[in-house]
C-alpha cells in the first residue's frame, strides 16, 4: 500500500491509525521509520510533507516538493528491490540540494550548497537550473 498524505489527517489517516495502532501527534500524524514504513508494517510505505521519524520529531523540510520527490524515488526503489526479490536501498536520507527565490526583476537568493548568493547571479544561477529541470522533464 502506498499513502500520500498532507500536513492535516483525513479519514483514511485517521482509519489507518486506528488499524495499524499507530502512535499519533497531536494533529494526528503517523510516524514513520527511516524507511519511511509505519513501524512495525513495512509494507506500508507513507509518503508525507511533514514527517515524524520515531526517534525524534522533524518540523518540516525545508522544500517539501523536492523532498516528497525524493522519499517517492526512495519508496519506489525500495518497491521494485521487493518486487525483484533484491536487498532494500539504505534507510532514506533527504538531501538538500539549496534554496532559491526569485525576489524581484532579475534579482534573486539563492544558498545551494552552503554558497550564499544574491542579486543578478543568483538570479542567473536560478535560470540556469530551472531550465535545466525544464530540459530535464521534457527529454524524460
Request: proline content about 6%.
Amino acid at each position: 500500500m502506498l499513502w500520500a498524505g498532507g500536513v492535516t489527517t483525513n479519514e483514511f489517516g485517521r482509519t489507518l491509525a486506528k488499524r495499524t495502532e499507530a502512535q499519533t501527534d497531536r494533529i494526528g500524524r503517523i510516524p514513520v521509520t527511516p524507511q519511511l514504513t509505519i513501524p512495525n508494517f513495512p509494507n506500508i510505505l507513507s509518503l508525507v510533507t511533514w514527517r515524524w521519524l520515531t526517534t525524534r520529531m522533524v518540523s518540516h523540510f525545508p522544500e517539501w516538493r523536492r523532498w516528497r520527490l525524493q522519499g517517492g524515488a526512495y519508496a519506489a526503489k525500495v518497491i521494485r528491490a521487493r518486487v525483484e526479490k533484491n536487498p532494500e536501498p539504505p534507510p532514506f536520507h533527504y538531501f538538500n540540494k539549496g534554496d532559491m527565490a526569485v525576489i524581484g526583476r532579475a534579482a534573486a537568493v539563492a544558498n545551494i550548497f552552503g554558497l550564499h548568493l544574491s542579486g543578478l547571479l543568483a538570479w542567473l544561477v536560478w535560470l540556469f537550473i530551472h531550465l535545466i529541470y525544464i530540459v530535464e522533464f521534457q527529454s524524460g
